[in-house]
C-alpha cells in the first residue's frame, strides 16, 4: 500500500500518569495535505515527533509505502519535518544550512550543489544562498527551513506550526508558498496549526485531536458542518460555536428544547425526536454557530426560523467584513455574527431568532444527537 | 551634649593615666608567659596600664608588624624582634633608641654584660633593642636509638656520615626506606636556612657572619663544606626527599634533628612511643678546632619611637626581663633568657634540676650569635634558599657553584637596592 | 540659572557612590602603583625616586623572566585541559540524568571553598608518602609520584589542581551555552543524519564559540593570577618551577618590601595580559547566536 499509515499508535512517556497519545490510527495518501488540530497540550508535536522517529513509540506501528518504520532511525525514513522556530543552523549560511544532511550523508560536491540550487530556485531563495539565518526576516527563514526539507526529496513532510512566529500578513502569504511548495514536492504534508482559518484554508483533510485522542477526521466542511460531538463543535470555527444549556421537554408527542420561557420545536431540526427525556433528566445542549442567528426580520426564506427571542447587547466587535455581537438574554450569553452593515449599540435590546436547519444537540455528555 | 561626655573621657583616660599596647609572639606557651605577667604588672602598677596581645596573624610577625607600622596601628612594645631583621626599622627611624633612656647602662651591666650586648649593636653605634631570649640550634639525637644500633653521637662530619649510615634502613622490610639520619627542610622559604644552612656555617667557622659591611662574606671552604654537607645527605638518601610536614623525629623515623629548646616540649607531647633524647651542639667540619658555635635565634623586646610613654615602656621592658620574669619564662616556654651566668646562677638552678633536657642549650648560649643585622636579609636569605634547593636537595649544581651564586647576588642585591 | 546649580549638585550627590567607589577602589590604587613604578618604596621611609631603574631592573632581571615562563606553561596546560575536562562535563550534565542537579551542585562546590583551604587539601592529596593520590596509585601497582617535589611535574600538578578548582565554574558556563542551544536544531541535525560526534563537532561547538572565548578568557586572567596554590603547596619551588609572577610579586612586595618593583611587576604582568586577550580576541571572538 502506498502512503503513511498508522496503527494503533500509542506514546506513554515515563513519568506521566496518562498516555499522551492513545490509539492513534491513520492512513495518509500521497500527496495529500492533512492539518491536525487540537488544544494545547493534546499531542499533535508528541504525534508529529513518533512519525519523525525522535521519540519512540511505546505501541502501535508506522508504516510507509508499505515498509514498517516503527523502529527506523529518524534519518532513514524518508522523512523531514519543519519546526516553528525554523531549527536552522545559526552558524552557516543559507547554502551550507542547506546542504547540511547531503555533506554528512557524503554525497558528491556537484550533486550538492545542484540540489542545493534547485531548492533554493523554487523558495527564492538564491540571493540569501551565503547569508547567515541572523540576517533574515521570519518568512526568509521559513523558506529556508522549506528548503531544506525540500533537498531530502521526503515522502512525508511533517509541519509543527511552522508559520506561528510570523505576523499575520505574512502568515497568508506563507500558506499559498507552502501549499505550492507541498505540490512541488508531491509528498503527504501533515500539518500542525492553531490557526483556524489556516487549517480551513489548507487543509485537504483534518484531524482533530483530544487528549491524545483522534475525534473526528474529515474535510474542513465535514468537520464544520457535521461535527461529531461537542468538543469539535467548540472546537473548530474561529469563532466558537455557542452552547445554550436547556433541557428536553415531550409536549404531546413532541419533542422541545426549553430554555427559560422559550421551547423549540425540535421536529423543524430535521429529524423528530421521539425520545425519552425523562430517562437523562432532560438536560440537552443546543450548538448554533454565531452566522445562524438573525435579527428578527432580517432573515431570508432560506432560513427555518426559530420562535423569536429577546436579548440585550453587551459589546460589538466591528470586524469590517462582519460584525461580531455579543449577546445577553434568557437563553444565557452568546455571540453572533451580523452582517457588516448592520448598526446595533451597546445596551440596545432586540430580538432575534436560530435557523433551526443549522442547530446541533448535545447530550449533557457532549455526544451529538442525530440531525 | 557629647562634648561633655568626651570630657569626661578624655578626663577619665587621664586619670588612669598610661595604658601601653604589648605583642607577644603567638604560641601558647609565649601567651601564657605574657599573660602572668601582665597581670601582675598592672596589679603593682596602676600608673601605668598594659594591654597584651599576641602578634595577629599573617604570614610572618615581620610582615604583620611592617603593615602596622605603615597603617600607625603598631604597639608600643613587641617582643618578637629578630635582631637580623632590626635593621630595617631602624632605618626607616621607627624604634626607640634605648640606649638613652635612664639607667641603660647600669641594666646592661647587672643583666647582659658588655660583650654579648655589643653583638646587639645597630650600625649606627646605638641600641634599638633589648636582647630578650635565645634558642640556640643544636642537634638533637634519640639516645635509645643510637644505643640500639650502637652509633656514637656525631661531634663531626665524619661521625656524622657513619652515623647516618646505620640510621637510614628499611626497617619494616617493604623495600622502601623508612628510616633516614634526619630530616632538613626541602623548602625555599627564607627564614628555613636559620635552621639549616646558618648554624652549620657558624659551627664550622666559629661564629662567622655572613656579611661583612656591605659585602658577602661568605665565599669560602667553609660554606661550601657547608653545602656539600647537606647535599652529601639528600644525594645519598640519608635525608628523605618528601614534602611531608609530619613530625619525623617524634615518629622516630629519623634519628637526629637541628631545633631549639622551644621544640623539646613539642616533642615529648606527639610521641607515639616515649624515648629518650639527648642535645648536643652542631656537628663540625672534620678537623676543625675550637668550640662549636650555632645561630642563636634571639628574640628581643623593642619600643616603638612613636610610644607616648617612652619611660613606662622602658619600665615595662625591664619587669619583663628582671631575674623573676626570666625564671618564669625559662619555666613556663623552656627558652633561654639572655642573662649572664645563668648556668651558675644558683637562683635558677631549681628550674635547671627539674628540666635537666634545657641545660645543654643554656651551656651553649656562649656560642651563639644573633645572626647578620641586615635590612636585605630577608632577600639573602631567600636567594640563599633556592641555590640550597638547587645544589644540597636536588644536586643540581655543585655546592661551590651554589655558594658562589649566592655570594654574587648578594653584591647584585647591595648595588641595586 | 539656580535650578540649573542644584541640578548639578544633586547629580553629584546621585553619582557620588559610584565616584567615591571608583576613586577609592579603582583609581587611586592605580594612580598610587603608577607613581609606585618610578618610586622605590620599603613602606616604611619615604618613596624614593628612581626613574626608570625598576624597569631596566625587571629588563635584566632573569627571576622575573623566569617566572613569567613559569606562568605560561602552567596556562598553556591549565586551559586545554580546563576547556576539554569542563566541556565533557557540561555535555555529560546537560543530559537528561538522573539526580543532575545534585551533580552540578557538587561540581559547583570547590568555586566556593576558599583557594587556601582547597590548596591545603591537594597539598594532602599530593603528598607522596602519605598522600591519598599516591595510595591509589599503589594500588594499581604504580610508584608514588612526587607530585609536588619533582621539579617536572610540580607545575601540571598545580595545574590539574586549579582545573578542579575552577571546574564547576566553567561547567556551569558551557552548560549555559549548551542548554541556550535549542533541542529542535539537534532534531533538525538528527533527521539529516547526524551522528552524535557530527552534532558536537558541527553544532555544539561552533555554538558554543562565544563561550569558549569567555572560558579562555577568563582562565586566561585566572591563570596569569595564579598565586595561592604555589604560595601555599609549593613556595614557588621545586627549583623555582612553580614561581608565579603574582607569587614573585607578591615576595618583592611583602617579603623583601620592594613596592617600586612590586608594582612595576604588576604593571608588566597587566600590559602582558592585555596583549594576550587582545590575540585571543582576535582569533577566538565571534558573533552570539543566542
Ligand atoms: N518529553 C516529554 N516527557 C514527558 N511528557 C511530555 C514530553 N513531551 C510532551 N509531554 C507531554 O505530553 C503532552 C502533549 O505534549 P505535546 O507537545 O505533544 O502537545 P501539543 O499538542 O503539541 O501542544 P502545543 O499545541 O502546545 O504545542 C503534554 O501534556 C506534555 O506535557
Ligand atoms: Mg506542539
Known sequence: MQGLELKNLEKHYSGNDQPTIRRFSAKFEPGEFVVLVGPSGCGKSTLLRMIAGLVPVSNGAINLDGKDITNVESNLRNISMVFQNYALFPHMNVYENLAFGMRIRKEATQTIEKTVTEAAKILHLQDLLDKKPGALSGGQRQRVALGRAFVRKPKVILFDEPLSNLDARLRIEMRQEILKFHEQCGAISIYVTHDQHEAMTMADRMIILNQGVACQTGTPEEVYNNPVDQFVAGFVGSIPMNFIHGRGILNEGRSFFQVGSYKIDLSHIGKDYQLDWSKNSGGLTLGVRPEDIYLDEHYSHAVAPSPKMAAQVKMVEYLGDSTIVHLEGDIGSFKSRFNKDLRVRKSQKLDFVFDLKKLHLFTEEGNKLPC | ?417 | MQSEQSHSKAGILFTSPYLIHLVVFFLYPVGFSLYLVFHRWDLMTDPEYVGLRNFTYLMSDHLFWQALTNTLYFLVIHIPLQIIVALALAIVLAKPLKGRVFFRATFFLPVVISGAAVTILWQRLYSTEVGLINYVLSLVGIDAVPWLTDPGIAMPAIAIMATWKNLGLYVVFFLAGILAIPQTVYEAAKMEGASSWHEFRYITLPLLKPTMFLVVVMSTLGGFNLFIEPYVMTGGGPLGSTMSVVLYMYKQAFSFQHMGYAATLGFALALIIMVCVFIQKKYLDSERYY
Open chain 2, 1 to 417: 551634649m557629647w562634648i561633655i561626655l568626651l570630657a569626661i573621657l578624655l578626663y577619665a583616660e587621664i586619670c588612669v593615666g598610661a595604658t601601653l599596647v604589648y605583642w607577644c609572639a603567638t604560641n601558647p606557651d609565649e601567651i601564657e608567659l605574657a599573660k602572668r605577667l601582665v597581670k601582675e604588672w598592672n596589679h603593682s602598677h596602676s600608673e601605668t596600664t598594659i594591654k597584651l596581645q599576641p602578634v595577629p596573624a599573617g604570614a610572618s610577625s615581620e610582615e604583620v608588624l611592617l603593615a602596622a607600622i605603615v597603617a600607625k596601628t603598631n604597639p608600643d612594645i613587641y617582643s618578637n624582634m629578630l635582631p637580623a631583621m632590626l635593621n630595617k626599622f631602624v632605618k626607616a627611624d621607627t624604634l626607640l633608641r634605648l640606649d638613652g633612656l635612664k639607667n641603660f647602662a647600669k641594666e646592661t651591666e647587672a643583666r647582659i654584660g658588655a660583650t654579648i650586648l655589643k653583638d646587639y649593636r645597630s650600625p649606627d653605634g646605638h641600641y634599638h633593642q633589648w636582647p630578650w631570649k635565645l634558642n640556640p640550634v643544636m642537634l638533637v639525637y634519640n639516645i635509645d636509638l643510637f644505643q640500639k644500633l650502637n652509633i656514637k653521637p656525631p661531634r663531626t662530619y665524619d661521625e656524622f656520615w657513619t652515623a647516618a649510615k646505620k640510621l637510614t634502613a628499611d626497617t619494616d622490610g617493604d623495600g622502601r626506606v623508612d628510616r633516614w639520619a634526619m630530616s632538613p627542610s626541602m623548602t625555599v622559604m627564607w627564614w628555613q636556612r636559620l635552621y639549616d644552612f646558618l648554624p652549620f656555617y657558624m659551627a664550622a667557622t666559629n661564629g662567622r657572619s655572613l656579611l661583612n659591611q656591605g659585602r658577602a662574606d661568605f665565599n669560602n671552604v667553609s660554606a661550601i663544606a657547608v653545602m656539600d654537607f647537606f647535599q652529601r645527605g639528600f644525594a645519598r638518601g640519608y635525608f628523605p626527599k618528601s614534602g611531608t610536614v609530619s613530625n619525623l623525629f617524634a615518629q622516630q623515623k629519623v634519628g637526629m634533628t637541628i631545633v631549639g629548646p622551644w621544640a623539646l616540649k613539642m616533642f615529648e607531647r606527639s610521641m607515639a612511643q616515649k624515648f629518650n633524647f639527648k642535645t648536643i651542639p652542631i656537628p663540625v667540619p672534620d678537623g676543625h678546632h675550637g668550640p662549636a658555635y650555632t645561630f642563636g635565634d634571639p628574640k628581643s623586646f623593642v619600643v616603638f619611637k612613636n610610644t607616648q610613654h617612652p619611660e613606662a615602656a622602658w619600665e615595662f621592658v625591664k619587669f619583663m626581663t628582671s631575674k623573676k620574669a626570666d625564671k618564669l619564662l625559662l619555666d613556663i616556654t623552656g627558652q633561654i633568657p639572655v642573662r649572664k651566668g645563668l648556668i651558675n646562677d644558683s637562683y635558677y638552678k631549681e628550674v635547671f634540676v627539674r628540666r635537666k633536657n634545657l641545660i645543654p642549650f643554656a651551656s651553649q648560649v656562649p656560642f651563639t650569635k644573633p645572626g647578620d643585622n641586615s635590612e636585605h636579609i630577608v632577600e639573602i636569605l631567600d636567594f640563599l634558599g633556592q641555590q640550597y634547593e638547587a645544589s644540597a636537595v636536588y644536586g643540581t649544581i655543585p655546592a661551590n657553584k651554589a655558594i658562589e651564586n649566592a655570594a654574587n647576588h648578594v653584591e647584585h642585591i647591595y648595588k641595586n637596592w
